[in-house]
């Protein structure tokens, strides 16, 4: 593997082909007047690998001199970074040499719910210990033992082989990210994600919520939306930023729209309402690829014939089955058909829209009505409804209006907000059009939820721990904090058992998710907890049993996607050098940790699972009687792949670009059938039928309110708190740190030290706060009265709502590190779970009411 | 020989500061110097704002003001463009410091292998580091550079010494863009010789137009700006970074 710098760029860049060689306009590794030299006398050898802080997993170099790593670079060949990284990327060589990692396994010796008293453990004995805590617990119900996703960057390992040979039950992080984001695109348009434009042909960019300058968009963490982003401004896109606080999208934004939070459903709402009040309706579209032409009846359910759905034919003046090829349906009016009064679902719709209006709108999201009127005549203008445009030699409708929102779905009404901006692209017909909506970052693929989601069988108590298919929510995303609610209070869900062992993979949940001392409840609770974590997690330090070690840059970990949308590629993580200390990486841990518990080998065994989960075809699939190592199981997944050379070439080369991805399976109208073959839910039938059922089944209206076919307005809980909590609470992403899991690295804590509380100076000046003072910011729960409060520094800001304050979420993760010492509170100490904070698809809430003082 | 200058694009910069660290790494500056910082500034008032950045490292000017008060010859111009400092030769006397109105100088006022973030004395750790600090103490640095063939690069050297922005000299000299521009995630930093037509600053520079940091002090910076304007009195700092503790 010895290989100079040029050397290895020559090859990588040829490897990825003339797609990734150039960089955006100019610079592509623009050679200077060199007289190389080198380091005389040294070893020097670039080790591709992949960045482990964040999401997107970008291709790292570290060189390497005499074995020691002293730099980490970007990959120049890699489609999501191309030869650059953010600050969190190039400060990762510090964490790698960090002393204050947790250097061995650890034992507590205290009590837990204070910091933790330590015993340092040979692997063997810690493993041995977990592994007999798992016999017993298991012993008595598998599911009792909990795995809890975290930073999980080899989902085959980890969510899928071990959760399977242990049968944990598995939780989630994604209540807490995006996912009412992710259920609205299952759901309504049947693609895994949320949503982000075609950036390359793009002209008109709603930028909903996105954090451009610090956060990543939709699926990815940073450097790869910026990228496109800088390209399309430079073509000449235009860019509207929806946000409480512009700090993200500033410098790229024509025009910013200050949003009152939790009110993003209206506006969409009204924007619907303006599209058709302005005749911007791709009606092709919605009456060949959505349900919009589906007779509604007057109880809200589709017509049925022999239990198909009926649209109504123009031609024929009669009901016809949606599937007759020659029908030509109505979009609107009022019909009679098997003597019932029956409505196309855009009738409905649009009926729905008539009292959302852009008046309406301004009012309950502070923003100018003729503000939002021109957003929406720009979106109508920009979206060249009828127009096409040649792709890879094929004709595809080019609508280049699109939106970009992800972490903006965790609020109250997330789902249906989410749907409701899906519906805003929807009537525009720039859905898998050139230039419009996306929401995956691979090719146009239906996702399984979407026939799911529409068939769930809500089921009678017992539950699990995550109330999975409960009449409390019938869609659900698996969310930690209603975990911890049930864990108090199992009885209220209806839930029999509650776990008792849990292993925490690479997660902090104490500081990470939302609800602090509800999670601090919920984890005194359990009997047994194991933290797996390079660091000791505030989490760990308050409640583990046995801390576990885990490496960072010092492991074999993957396979990791690679695609930045355009370019298909898949990566791994290789090891940098020798695991530091006695840490491992996780993949070794849970090999140990299966055979010591007696999960590893035989059917239905960790191996065994490991083949299914990693895709592996003969003959490369793993024995299941032999403990491979984590080498050779890559070995084996990259030559089942078709790589030839196996492992070897992603230790030479980092990433296995694919090739570009062709029009045919990119753009959703492209695909044959178009859109995988499926209609668009514009109508969400079944969000009424569990309204129903929920209703019946005798659930409060606070869970079943939201079910509504069409998405509804309501007022966020939060505002009912008493009209001295004045303020919205927020929280936001810095560029600098990547959740809760980076302020201890010195060379990011210096850049951002410690928490802060974003104010607007004319609210401040009101109070008497002055800018850089401490205070105390305080939340109010509108459903229990319950009160919180955390001390943090005040600091003025113009570029916020005068009745919006915003908190970083960043600090207070890491216990015993003297650069985590004294950052101060994270804001999710502040936010409430359950009811009022939760609700739909029990999906978490950022937003409440505080007040501010000193 | 080559003419080098940086050229910043600020309607590109998304203020990340990926670059501060990409130079703090190759580098190896101690615990709060930032041989390039990045700005950031917010404008006006409530709803009508604006949010911009400003990268800033040494303007490594053609009449430099720090060299013309360094009464050792330690710092210099270097016929390439670079103005560089011999750590060798500097006595600390900070003069170069007070003559810099860009204030991209940074002195060592302690022991710099003391001043590195953490304590890298754990036997783990220099196990697998030979005891190096900071542990991923870069070997380019050690080398002599230029015709002149003196100790210009890098930073963390000796207490009581001025340190600043070499352009990397350690990578011109190889051929290599200075770190912070070869890293860049925008591709807002661009470095070359002038003298190429062909050069990416050469072409950025004939494409838009360009202002330098107080140009009307005739310290011809070779340091271009493209984009934005130069800050004002109505710039405000926003998420300041404390330097030189």
Redesign the interface.
């Known amino acids: 593997m010895k290989l100079t710098r040029r050397t290895f760029l020559r090859t990588s860049v040829a490897a990825s082909g003339s797609l990734l060689a150039g ?5 592509d590794l ?8 080198g ?1 005389p006398g ?1 070893v020097e050898e670039w080790v591709p690998t992949a960045c482990w802080i964040g999401k997107q997993d970008c291709g790292m170099l570290a060189r390497r ?10 990959h120049p060949g890699h489609p999501r ?1 191309r ?5 969190k ?3 990762q ?2 964490a790698l ?4 990692r947790v ?1 061995t396994p650890l034992i507590r010796t205290n009590e837990k719910g204070v910091p933790g008293r330590w015993r340092q453990a040979t692997w063997e004995e810690a493993l041995t210990l977990v592994a007999q805590k798992m016999r017993e617990v298991r012993a008595k119900e598998p599911s009792l033992l909990v795995w809890q996703k975290g930073r999980s960057k080899a989902k085959a390992f980890y969510d899928e082989a071990f959760v399977k040979a242990t049968g944990a039950t598995r939780l989630h992080h994604g209540a807490f990210c995006s996912d009412a984001g992710y259920r609205a695109g299952e759901y309504t348009v049947g693609i895994s994600g949320v949503l982000h434009p075609d950036f390359r042909h793009c002209r008109y960019l709603l930028a909903w919520g996105y954090n ?3 956060a990543g968009g939709n699926q990815l963490c ?2 790869t939306w ?2 496109q982003l ?1 390209q399309a ?2 073509r000449g896109m235009k860019v509207v930023a929806v946000d409480p606080r ?2 993200g999208t ?3 934004a024509d025009e ?1 729209l ?1 949003i009152r939070p939790g009110t993003d459903l209206a506006l969409a709402l009204a924007l619907c309402h303006e599209l058709i009040a302005l005749g911007a309706v791709d009606r092709e579209y919605l009456a060949r690829y959505t349900n919009a032409p589906f007779l509604v009846q007057e109880d809200g359910f589709f017509l049925r014939r022999e239990g198909k759905e009926q649209v109504w034919d123009l031609r024929a003046g009669g009901p016809r089955p949606h599937d007759a090829g020659d029908a030509s349906p109505a979009l609107e009016g009022t019909f009679v058909a098997d003597g019932k009064r029956v409505k196309p679902a855009f009738q409905v719709l649009k009926e729905h829209l008539a009292r959302y209006t852009p008046e309406w709108a301004s009012e309950v999201c502070g923003v100018p009505t003729e503000q939002i009127r021109r957003v929406a005549r720009e979106l109508a203008e920009n979206a060249r409804i009828g127009s096409t445009v040649v792709v890879d030699g094929v004709r595809i409708p080019y609508r280049p209006v699109a939106i970009m929102a992800y972490h903006v779905s965790q609020q109250e009404l997330g789902f249906q907000a989410v749907r409701a901006m899906l519906l805003v692209v929807m009537l525009l017909g720039a859905v898998g059009a050139v230039g419009g909506q996306r929401l995956d970052v691979g090719p146009w693929k239906v996702h399984e939820n979407f026939e799911k989601l529409e068939h769930v069988e809500i089921k009678d108590p017992p539950y699990n721990v995550w109330l999975k298919d409960s009449k409390f929510f019938p869609i659900n995303s698996n969310n930690s904090s209603i975990v911890a609610k049930v864990m108090q209070d199992p009885q209220k869900y209806g839930v029999k058992q509650i776990p008792e062992m849990v292993i925490v993979h690479m997660s902090n949940p104490l500081v990470a998710f939302a609800s602090t001392p509800d999670l601090e409840e919920a984890y005194r609770k359990f009997k047994f907890v194991v933290v797996i974590d390079p660091w000791l997690s505030r989490t760990a330090d308050l409640f583990a049993d046995v801390v576990l070690p885990a490496s960072t840059l010092e492991k074999y970990e993957g396979p990791l996607a690679a695609t930045d949308q355009y370019v298909d590629a898949v990566a791994l993580r290789v090891p940098v ?2 695991p ?2 006695q840490s491992r990486g996780e993949i070794e841990i849970y090999l140990d940790l299966c055979e010591k518990a007696g999960v590893l080998y035989g059917k239905d065994g960790y191996l065994d699972h490991l083949n299914e989960a990693l895709k592996l075809k003969e003959p490369y699939r793993l024995p299941v009687d032999r403990k491979p190592t984590v080498r050779e199981i890559f070995d084996r997944w990259a030559k089942s792949e078709g790589i030839a050379e196996g492992v070897a070439y992603f230790e030479k080369h980092g990433v296995k670009i694919k090739g570009a991805v062709p029009a045919t399976k990119f753009y959703g109208y492209a695909t044959d059938p178009p859109f995988g073959g499926v209609r668009h839910r514009l109508y969400g039938e079944a969000l009424l039928r569990y309204r129903l059922e929920m209703r019946e089944r005798g659930v409060p209206e606070i869970y079943w309110r939201d079910y509504t076919p069409l998405p509804t307005w309501r007022k966020p809980t939060m505002e009912g708190s008493p009209p001295e909590y004045d303020l919205y609470l927020v929280s936001f992403k ?3 740190h990547k959740q809760s899991r980076s302020s201890q690295v ?3 804590a ?4 410690q928490a802060y509380v974003e104010i ?1 100076p ?1 609210t401040a000046r009101a109070k008497g706060i002055r800018d850089g003072e401490q205070v105390w910011v305080e939340s109010h729960n509108a459903v229990t009265g319950e009160t919180r409060r955390v001390r943090a520094v005040a ?1 003025y ?6 009745d919006t304050v915003a908190m970083p979420h960043h600090f207070g993760g890491v216990a015993r590190h ?2 985590a010492d004294g950052q101060g509170p994270s804001p999710n100490s502040l936010f409430f779970t359950g009811e009022g904070y939760v609700a739909n698809t029990a999906d978490q809430s950022f937003h409440v009411k505080v007040r501010v003082y000193k | 020989m080559p003419r080098y200058a940086m050229v910043v694009d600020l309607d590109r910069c998304m203020g990340c500061r990926a670059c501060m660290e990409a130079c703090k790494v190759e580098n190896n500056t101690p615990t709060a110097a930032f041989w390039m910082y990045v700005f950031r500034f917010e404008e006006g008032e409530y709803p009508n704002t604006y949010i911009w950045f400003m990268p800033r490292p040494c303007m490594h000017c053609d009449n430099p003001p720090c060299a013309k008060v360094c009464p050792v010859g330690a710092r210099y111009k270097r016929e390439d463009g670079l103005v560089a400092t011999d750590w060798d030769r500097c006595i600390g006397c900070r003069y170069c410091e007070v003559a810099c109105p860009y204030g991209v100088n940074y002195f060592n006022w302690k022991e710099p292998v003391r001043n590195y973030y953490l304590d890298w004395g754990e036997r783990d750790v220099r196990r697998v580091t030979n005891g190096q600090t900071p542990p991923y103490r870069n070997p380019d640095l050690d080398r002599p550079y230029g015709e002149e063939k003196r100790r210009v690069a890098g930073g963390g050297r000796l207490k009581g010494v001025v340190e600043k922005c070499t352009f990397c000299v350690q990578r011109v000299e190889e051929g290599l863009q200075p770190a912070c521009v070869a890293n860049c995630p925008a591709f807002a930093l661009h470095f070359g010789d002038l003298e190429d037509p062909q050069s990416s600053v050469s072409q950025v520079l004939g494409r838009k137009h360009s202002w330098r940091l107080l140009e009307e002090l005739g310290t011809e910076p070779r340091v271009y700006y493209v984009g934005a304007h130069p800050a004002h009195p109505e710039s405000r700092q926003i998420e300041e970074v404390k330097a030189r503790v």
């Open positions: 960089r955006l306009l100019f610079g623009e050679t200077l007047r060199a007289a190389p030299r380091v040294a001199i005499d074995g020691r790593v002293v730099k980490l670079v970007g970074n030869g650059t990284l953010c600050p990327g190039a400060a060589i510090m040499y960090d002393p204050n250097k451009l300058t610090n940073w450097i910026p990228q800088i401004r430079e512009l700090r500033a410098h790229f910013w200050p050098m020798e530091l200390f810095r560029i600098e010195p060379l990011l210096e850049l951002a030290r607007n004319r600091r800001r113009e570029s916020i709502r005068p003297p650069w």
